[in-house]
């Protein structure tokens, strides 16, 4: 596996020697920001991102994410250009060897969370989420941070309107739609296209929500068997449907998995969970257990610690400091090796 860690540009707080820091790190996991959805990320840009990148001697081969446009989820007219453009990107991004690229298909919202500061009894801070809580939200004036994105409160109710009528089987098949329209670029440059899972895995404010468990991946590999569409194996999202199971799901998908996210829930309710250190003694999803599938299949991807608390006094951003990211690492080293180790034996 190739060790790497999310990082959020020239604004992220933490260097880029940090990073390095961290034992056996790869490279570095990261977008170019400031390009509006929709728009084609030009060479110049990618090329001053990976300079920056290697001048610290990390790779930037993983890009998360090149954002998908909301007319092309919503199959609109002007998808067609949009999915030109995004084709664009990847041709870009393939000639600065990028070699995957993390996105999602979740309607209008990325991940959400009800709690950014929940408090731990040993009084570090994580992400939680409680269903109640998120019910008795207003969706037309949700205002959660922590997302890449956020609009404006008339574009948060264009949108919502829009997709009223689309249904799970329209948004799937506009995902598919979508990936066929971007193949062609995807074989021409060898980059390999890695879905992140719906997070939390179920619909949301009445939105379709179609990445979530084991019959929608069986149905999108099924309609787009090119070997360039794949997945982002993101524990703490699928892990959050209860009914996922992980090392299985690793073990079936493993040929699949360009990049997985490795983290830890554990569960306070029926859907209610948060975020822990990333151990597998620390919450109820089976870590070690995903690491022994995927090594045993061999797997050659890349990898991530995923949202860290925040811990000693560090005020990061949300499930991305540096500290408790850097022990996510150092744990997934320790376990990647050991189990290596016992399979190859
Ligand atoms: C959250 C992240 C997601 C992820 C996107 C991929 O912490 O895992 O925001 O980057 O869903 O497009």
Known sequence: MKMTFRWYGEKDSIPLRYIRQIPNMYGVVTAVYDVPVGKVWGLPEILHLKGLCEKEGLAMEVIESVPVHEDIKLGRPSRDALIRNYAETILN??????????????????????????VLPDGSTSL?????????LDRNSLRLPGWDESYTSEELSGL????????????????????????????????????????????????????????????L??????????????????????????????????????????????????KDFAENGHMTSQGNLDICGVVRALVKKGFEGYVRPDHGRNIWGEEGKPGYGLYDRALGAAYLNGLFEATEREVKK
């Not at 060897?97 to 209008?108: Q, R, T």
């Not at 670029?185 to 929500?209: K, N, Q, S, V, Y």
């Open 160 to 219: 919502l309107e829009a997709y009223e009528g689309v249904t799970h089987e329209k948004l799937f098949e506009n995902l598919v739609y979508f990936l066929r329209g971007i193949m062609p670029a995807c074989e021409e440059t060898g980059i390999c296209m890695a879905i992140h899972p719906d997070d939390p895995p179920w619909d949301m404010f009445g939105l379709p929500r179609i990445i979530t468990c084991e019959k929608n991946l069986d149905a």
């Open 128 to 136: 939680s989420y409680s269903h109640d809580t998120l019910m008795k």
């Open 221 to 270: 590999f099924a309609a787009v068997p090119d070997r360039h569409n794949g997945l982002t194996f993101c524990t703490g999202s699928l892990g959050a449907g209860r009914e996922n199971d992980l090392p299985h799901m690793a073990e079936k998908y493993a040929d699949r998995i360009f990049f997985a996210h490795l983290r830890q829930l554990s569960f306070s309710g029926e």
């Open 93 to 118: 991004l393939g000639k600065a060897g990028v070699k995957c690229i993390c996105y999602n298909f979740m309607p209008v919202f990325d991940w959400l969370r009800t709690d950014l500061k929940h």
